[in-house]
């Protein structure tokens, strides 16, 4: 005996709703852990970058503290050079006052 056609077809039915359900079930959970993971990961990221930007705060501390270290050295440099300089003329007069030897 067959099983009515009306009732063979409600059954092919309702085994597509259910096939069609599961799929979707597993692709929301399928979703769902996806999502976690996103979310971890951005969790991630956002520690990282946090790490970033302060390094780069330190890095620019550093580098504002060179800068202001080159200043001063370039100015001793400056000062070191005046100084030299008279020096240099201090002693080129002390030796044109020196009596010349004679060249005979």
């Known amino acids: 005996m067959s099983p009515p056609e009306n009732g063979f077809n409600g059954y092919r039915r309702f085994e597509r709703i259910e096939s069609a359900i599961e799929r979707l079930s597993t692709a929301v959970l399928t979703l769902a852990e996806q999502m976690h993971a996103m979310a971890s990961h951005g969790q991630t990221v956002n520690e990282m ?56």
């Open 49 to 104: 970058m946090g790490k970033i930007a302060d390094a780069q705060l330190r890095l620019s501390q550093t580098q504002s503290r060179l800068a202001d270290a080159q200043l001063k050295l370039a100015e001793a440099q400056n000062h070191t050079e005046e100084r030299l300089n008279a020096l240099i003329t201090l002693i080129n007069e002390l030796l044109r006052r020196l009596p010349q030897p004679d060249t005979a």
